[in-house]
């Protein structure tokens, strides 16, 4: 799959229509279809990143979570292994599970004490306690892509316009859920999901959008362009990004005690911090 610092402002006018283009660019299916209908129309939202985190090694990120003061990642293994690692505030990275070349890393969350992750098309799913012991494996019938949960069931997205919860103990497969947006037909591509408030948020493959969505209908109700996090970042880093098509925006985790977002991006040295906010029209 191609799979503390200064204040910055993502653009919220402008940005939020570019990206309402930017989301169409995904999307396919009838838009005429009478169930998206039923969606209220998504407000654009904005994220105001307040520091930056550098990374004392980068990794192919797939998956982020926030977990006793520290990221717990999923790395694929493009241009290295599919490793589980913990990442301390201050960026130092420590491996915690290496899986080699044998599978692709892809989501990861972390549910009652246990590391779930993901793998693309390798149909496996691993589970580790929190210092990186395998305990268990189990099948996923399906594709894995992002991957969250509610605290009882996890939910987890395989690429397609669809999203499904499954149980923890055995991973069989209890609902599916459709995304849906005002106006739109099927949306593909939701990758990289976190639970916050009752909400999901997730990054809509290969794209600068993050969409947040209703877990129990699957209508997005908010609509993030991330294309203002380049303006944060150095030449060079702004090269390595945009010189590599597989370089893309996906990372995000939450901390739910102090209500800060962290989000970054697949071989990027740079984690950024900050909240979104709804842009009042």
């Not at 279809?33 to 939202?45: F, I, K, N, S, Y």
């Not at 694929?76 to 960026?91: E, K, W, Y």
Request: glycine residues 12%; hydrophobic residues 40%; neutral net charge.
């Amino acid at each position: 799959m191609l799979k503390r610092g200064s204040w910055l402002v993502l653009g919220a006018a402008a940005g939020a229509a570019a990206l309402v283009i930017v989301v169409v660019l995904v999307l396919w299916g009838t838009p005429s279809d009478l169930r998206a209908q039923t969606c209220g129309e998504p407000v654009p939202m904005r994220f105001e990143a307040t520091g930056k985190i550098t990374r004392s090694q980068v990794g192919f990120t797939q998956g982020l979570e926030f977990r006793d003061g520290q990221l717990y990642e999923s790395t694929g293994r493009i241009g290295g292994t599919s490793r589980l690692n913990v990442i301390s505030l201050t960026g130092q990275v420590k491996t915690l599970a290496d899986q080699g070349n044998a599978v692709f890393g892809e989501g990861l969350t972390i549910l009652k004490d246990e590391v779930f992750q993901l793998t693309w098309q390798d149909h496996q799913v691993f589970v580790y306690d929190l210092a990186g012991h395998l305990k268990r494996q189990m099948r996923n019938p399906r594709d894995g892509w992002g991957l969250t949960n509610d605290g009882r069931e996890l939910i987890f997205s395989d690429g397609g316009p669809s999203f499904y919860y499954a149980d923890p103990a055995s991973f069989a497969i209890r609902k599916t859920v459709k995304v849906r947006m005002s106006g739109a037909g099927d949306i593909a591509g939701l990758n990289e999901l976190e639970l916050v408030r009752g909400r999901i948020y997730g990054n809509i493959f290969t794209t600068w959008s993050i969409v947040r969505l209703d877990p129990a209908s699957g209508c997005i109700d908010g609509l993030a362009d991330m294309r203002g996090l380049l303006n944060a970042m150095t030449a060079e880093e702004r090269t390595q990004i945009e010189s590599d098509g597989d370089n893309v925006l996906n990372g995000i985790a939450y901390d739910e005690k102090t209500g800060t977002f962290y989000v970054t991006g697949k071989r990027w040295k740079l984690i950024f911090t900050g909240k979104f906010s709804d842009v009042t029209r």
